[in-house]
């Protein structure tokens, strides 16, 4: 009688640890999982947004190039690398795919400002194609200061992001006003089209996690236009007009409208989203 009261208790006894540690275990997990950061994968990659600039600047004359111009140029050509090297180790640091979709879209950016450099015999500031130097001892500390703080967390990373559209977007569209060389025009207009989509697409992530951001270069009224508009599809000319059809900006290459389906011209017709 009593061992069977004893095995009760011995039992009773296991059955409130367990409860107990359960429910701690429980409490301990409940805020981790509270932090988790959402991540959205809807918002598709245009493939214009990777410019091609020789197909794009090729038949375009070349102009006079004055000494506003060329600063811009050599400016444009470490700020777009600027871009590529921050999201290509926030990408490594986090596996966010925005960052490593956008970064490859900033390696085109880049590329297309090395066409015109040398298009006009301008020595190019990227002496070390590195990820993570720079010429520029602006571009340098502005390059540490942007990874430190992305390293942070997601949601600073993210920050990051939309901070370094948010600068190029001023820079670009301060040039675009300081030339008259349609096919600097034309590179600028497309690189600033580009930045307004990352823009977007950083905007909606951070929405996403319960962030806002307040533009730092821009303006509100700027900004606000940016990520209130739609995605911008297909290549634009030197005055921002696009160069496609409404037909063809609507559907894209291989995309049916309204089917959030992007083919990019000769891949295999895997779309890609940010």
Not at 144 to 173: C, H, M, P
Not at 198 to 204: D, K, L, Q, S, V
Request: hydrophobic share 30%.
């Amino acid at each position: 009688m009593n061992k069977k009261i004893l095995g009760t208790l011995f039992i009773a006894s296991i059955a409130i640890i367990i409860t107990g540690c359960t429910t701690s275990q429980q409490e301990t997990q409940e805020p981790q999982a509270q932090n988790i950061i959402k991540m959205d994968e809807g918002y598709i990659v245009d493939p214009s947004d990777n410019v091609h600039s020789r197909d794009l600047l090729e038949n375009i004359e070349k102009g006079e190039l004055s000494e506003e111009e060329k600063n811009g140029l050599i400016l444009m050509r470490e700020e777009e690398k600027l871009a590529h090297d921050v999201y290509t180790v926030l990408y490594e640091k986090w596996g966010q795919k925005t960052f490593n979709n956008i970064a490859r879209s900033e390696q085109t950016h880049t590329d297309t400002v090395k066409v015109l450099l040398d298009k006009y015999d301008v020595k190019d500031p990227v002496v070390d194609n590195t990820i993570g130097v720079f010429t520029s001892p602006q571009m340098q500390s502005l390059y540490d200061d942007l990874v430190a703080q992305g390293n942070k967390s997601l949601t600073d990373a993210l920050t990051v992001g939309i901070t370094i559209e948010d600068l190029d977007i001023k820079d670009l569209d301060k040039l675009l006003q300081e030339t008259d060389n349609e096919d600097i025009q034309t590179a600028y207009q497309n690189l600033i089209k580009g930045s307004r989509n990352h823009m977007r697409a950083f905007e909606r992530q951070l929405e996403k996690n319960g962030q806002s951001y307040d533009p730092q270069y821009i303006t509100e009224e700027m900004y606000e236009q940016i990520i209130t508009g739609d995605q911008e599809r297909g290549g634009v000319d030197a005055t921002g007009k696009n160069m496609q059809t409404e037909d063809e900006v609507m559907r894209g290459p291989g995309m049916r409208q309204g089917s959030g389906m992007h083919r990019n011209p000769g891949s295999s017709g895997t779309q890609e989203q940010l």
